[in-house]
């Protein structure tokens, strides 16, 4: 039996736009695995510059509040998924125009590059933060978990279809070549995009999470009474609930991403993996990843009907979970290579998908819990915290690693501290995950009857 009302998505419609996270993926993956590579192996660049190139799309989405607000003063998303998109893919253009241009003027590359990743962050920022909000206000809230884990897949899927074909097309390798192959991508990516969201947002539409404060969409803030973009966010800042779910957002993103870069190093320095075993073993964590997304798509389903627990519950024991499988790999360095390391890693990312895609669940639970008006500026600041954390995170990780190693002399010590610290961080995002209201993140069937129109407080 179909739950939805009909202001709410179906499956299509969810699939739909889970169709443009899918060709965010198809070209940032190009960014993160493509230009990456051909800079470090064919180019012998320094490693490093590829990782400050991502490191500042990451630093660039800091405006994601400000792209939000944009997208909250004018009444609609879709003008700014659209927009978002245009400038991420000309950005990847000219990404790839770079890492040509590189071989023969490689100051001139560097500096179209540092333009390209610069419009890469910002068509992400633009892009996926009205992507978000949109999803939150034609989503049933029993189905925000299975949203959350289907947006999450098809982006996953973008990856592998876009290495896998681009990678075909790129033999043999030449600079003319990869800018055709990226500039294919962008094109199709954006087509898809403008198919994907082409009359999924009507005309006018109340938010069903709020009827009382709900809004025309459509319908742009009269410039008189437009607040700035300060003072719009000191209002969002102000909102308790937000504010720790910024908190949260950030801690359980920096423990989150702390290990990425520094699981195949553990595994090949002290269990003597090769370098297919190490990939092989980030093969599986990615595969328990998904298993944790789908437990959780399923549990807080219609279907379950709230008896497998809620989002909030799965977020906060995601978060004890993922510590405490970081603390049975800080034992793994200690005991070596007698420990069942595939299987710990495995548990790490169930762990690590349960938390994930309940939490962004939850993003779009939250979003319409405060003042009207300001959704796009409160998933604008929860996913500048995300961006924040990813960009640092791994960074951190690293530093951290070497740093302990110098200090103490032994891997095995280094990576049993770092560790044992990204646990203590997914602990502390726990706590903070604790106090945010238990309502707001609880699934449950959209109500027959509307409730009565009137003053609604501002936090639940």
């Keep these: 039996m179909n739950t939805a009302s009909p202001a709410y998505l179906g499956w299509l419609g969810i699939m739909r736009l889970g169709l443009v996270q899918t060709s965010l993926g198809a070209i940032v993956v190009l960014m993160t695995s493509t230009f990456n590579r051909v800079m470090v192996v064919e180019l012998a660049l320094p490693a490093v510059l590829p990782g400050l190139l991502v490191g500042l799309h990451y630093g660039v989405q800091i405006l994601r509040p400000r792209l939000g607000y944009g997208s909250d003063m004018g009444g609609r998303r879709t003008p700014w998924i659209i927009g978002g998109m245009f400038v991420l893919a000309a950005g990847g253009i000219g990404a790839a125009l770079a890492t040509a241009l590189m071989a023969a003027y490689p100051l001139g590359g ?10 890469i962050g910002v068509g992400v920022g633009a892009s996926g933060t009205s992507l978000l ?24 899927a973008g990856f592998v279809v876009t290495t896998t074909i681009a990678g075909h097309l790129l033999d043999p390798f030449s600079g003319t070549r990869l800018v055709m192959v990226s500039t294919g991508v962008c094109v199709i990516a954006v087509a898809v995009t403008l198919l994907a969201v082409w009359r999924m947002e009507p005309p006018r539409v109340a938010s069903p999470a709020d009827p009382a404060t709900a809004t025309a969409a459509g319908e742009p803030v009269d410039a008189a009474r437009r607040p700035t973009f300060m003072h719009a966010l000191g ?25 990425e870069l520094i699981i195949e190093p553990f595994a090949g320095l002290v269990f003597g993996y090769t370098p297919g075993e190490s990939t092989r073993l980030a093969g599986m964590q990615h595969g328990g990843v998904l298993v944790g997304m789908i437990t959780v798509a399923l549990a807080c389903s219609p279907l379950a009907r709230g008896r ?19 603390l049975l790999l800080a034992t793994a360095a200690f005991v070596g ?14 762990a690590n998908g349960a938390f994930a895609v309940a939490a962004i669940a939850s ?20 996913g500048a915290a995300q961006a924040i954390a990813f960009g640092v995170g791994g960074l951190l990780g690293t530093i951290a690693f070497d740093a302990t190693r110098a200090l103490l002399g032994t891997p095995v010590t280094a990576f049993a501290t770092v560790f044992t610290a990204e646990a203590a961080l997914f ?10 209201s238990r309502a707001s ?8 009857v509307a409730p009565v129109a009137g003053p609604q407080p501002a936090h639940r």
């Design 363 to 382: 993003m779009m639970s939250l979003v319409a819990k405060g003042r009207a008006r300001r959704e796009g500026v409160r998933m604008g600041m929860w």
């Design 337 to 350: 290579t007698g420990w069942p390391l595939r299987a710990s890693v495995f548990a790490l990312g169930c």
């Design 235 to 259: 209002e969002v800042w102000r909102e308790p609930e937000a504010r720790r779910f910024t908190l949260f957002v950030f801690l359980s993103m920096l423990a989150f991403s702390m290990h």
């Design 133 to 156: 909000v949109l999803l939150a206000s034609r989503v049933a809230p029993d189905r925000r978990a299975a949203a959350a884990t289907i947006t999450w897949v098809m982006m996953i």
């Design 441 to 448: 993140s609880f699934p449950r069937p959209h109500p027959v």
């Design 427 to 436: 602990i502390a995002a726990a706590v903070l995950g604790a106090r945010l």
């Design 308 to 326: 497998l627990g809620s989002l909030r519950g799965w977020m906060i024991g995601g978060c004890i979970a993922s510590a405490a499988a970081l």
């Design 110 to 119: 560097l500096l179209l590059a540092i333009v390209a990743f610069t419009l």
